[in-house]
C-alpha cells in the first residue's frame, strides 16, 4: 500500500476512518497556521506535488479489501486537499467503489470561494471546513493565510455552500490562548454560525505540538467558549485527562439544558453525575428527550414533538 493511505484510525467524531493523504511528501498549505501539527511553511495556493487520481484508486481498493469495518473514508492533506488539481475526478473515482462508506473531506475552508470546489464538494458525503476567527485581524493572526485570502468571502461562501448542500456540514473552530479566544471573537463566531448553519460545530483547541510558540485553552474555558455557540449541534473535543465538574441535575434542569443546546454524548459523561445520567436515560426511554446522529456524533435534544 502506498503511503497516500493511512490509517484506519478511531476518531470519537466520526468513527473508524481510512485517511487518504493527497500531500504525502510535503506540506502544500494556502494557510500557515500558528497551531499547525506540521513545521510552519510559506503558504501556496497550488500544488507543485501531484499524486496521480490512478495511484490513489489503487491504493484505496487494496486499502478497502484488508480494512471493511470502517464508517469514513477520509480526503485529508500534509497542507489542503482542496488544493489537489483533480479532486472532481477524485472523488468521482472514490465514489465508484466506496460501497457504503462515507466520504468525508478535512478542509481549511479557503477554497469554498470557488465555485467550482463547491460543486466538487456537494459530491463529498460530509465536508468539515476551518473558521476559527469570523474578523480579518483575528483570521490572519491565526491562520496566516496566502495573501490573496480573505475571511469575509470565505463566510459568504461558506452561506451559499450551505444552502444547497445535501450532505453534513461541520464547521471546526480551534481556539489558542490569546488570539482567538476572547469573548467577543466568539461572539462573532456565533453570529456568523447561526447564519451558515452547519449540521455541527467542533471546538478544540491544541493538542499536539503547535508549529509556532502559541499555547492551548484551559479546558473550562474552551466549554465557556463553545456557550457562546447558541442554537448548534457543538461538539467539544474534550481532553482525556480531564474529567471536567459533575452536576446533580432535576428532570426539569436536564430539559432546560438539553433544550438551549443539544448536548453531545461528551457533554453528558464529562458533567452529569451518576444520578442524573439515570434521570437522563429515563427522560431518553420516556421520549421526552431524543437522540440524533450528527456527522457520526450522539447528541441529545428536548423532544418538541411529544412522541
Ligand atoms: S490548514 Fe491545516 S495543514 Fe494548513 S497550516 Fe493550517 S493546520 Fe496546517
Given amino acids: 500500500m502506498s503511503d497516500v493511505i493511512f490509517g484506519p484510525v478511531n476518531s470519537r467524531r466520526f468513527g473508524k476512518s481510512l485517511g487518504i493523504d493527497l500531500s504525502p511528501a510535503l506540506k502544500q498549505c494556502n494557510f500557515d497556521c500558528v497551531y499547525c501539527e506540521l513545521k510552519g511553511a510559506k503558504p501556496v495556493n497550488n500544488m507543485q506535488e501531484v499524486v496521480s487520481v490512478q495511484l490513489v484508486i489503487d491504493s484505496l481498493k487494496s486499502a478497502l479489501v484488508k480494512h471493511n469495518d470502517i464508517d469514513v473514508i477520509t480526503l485529508t492533506a500534509n497542507g489542503e486537499p482542496t488544493l489537489y488539481p483533480y479532486l472532481d475526478e477524485l472523488v468521482r473515482e472514490i465514489n465508484k467503489i466506496k460501497q457504503n462508506y462515507k466520504l468525508l473531506i478535512l478542509s481549511n475552508g479557503a477554497s469554498i470561494i470557488d465555485e467550482n470546489i463547491q460543486k466538487t464538494l456537494a459530491n463529498i458525503d460530509i465536508v468539515k471546513l476551518s473558521l476559527d476567527c469570523a474578523s480579518v ?21 461558506m452561506k451559499q455552500f450551505s444552502k444547497s448542500y445535501k450532505g453534513s456540514l461541520i464547521i471546526e473552530v480551534l481556539a489558542v ?8 471573537e466568539f461572539e462573532k463566531l456565533n453570529l456568523v454560525l447561526n447564519d451558515i448553519k452547519p449540521a455541527r460545530v467542533d471546538i478544540s483547541t491544541i493538542d499536539r505540538p503547535p508549529a509556532y510558540k502559541v499555547k492551548k485553552v484551559s479546558m473550562e474555558r474552551l466549554e465557556e467558549l463553545a456557550n457562546k455557540i447558541k442554537s448548534l449541534h457543538v461538539s467539544i473535543a474534550y481532553r482525556k485527562d480531564y474529567h471536567g465538574k459533575k452536576e446533580n441535575f432535576s428532570d426539569d434542569e436536564i430539559l432546560n439544558l438539553i433544550s438551549k443546546r443539544p448536548q453531545s454524548i461528551d457533554d453528558i459523561n464529562m458533567s452529569f453525575n451518576d444520578e442524573t445520567k439515570i434521570r437522563f436515560r429515563k427522560l431518553l426511554a420516556e ?17 418538541l414533538k411529544g412522541e
Fill in 287 to 303: 421520549k421526552q428527550i431524543i437522540e440524533e446522529n450528527i456527522a457520526g456524533a450522539m447528541f441529545y435534544t428536548k423532544n
Fill in 137 to 157: 485581524k483575528c483570521f490572519k493572526k491565526i491562520d496566516r493565510p496566502h495573501k490573496d485570502i480573505n475571511i469575509d468571502n470565505i463566510i459568504n461562501s
Fill in 177 to 184: 490562548e490569546g488570539i482567538n479566544d476572547k469573548d467577543e
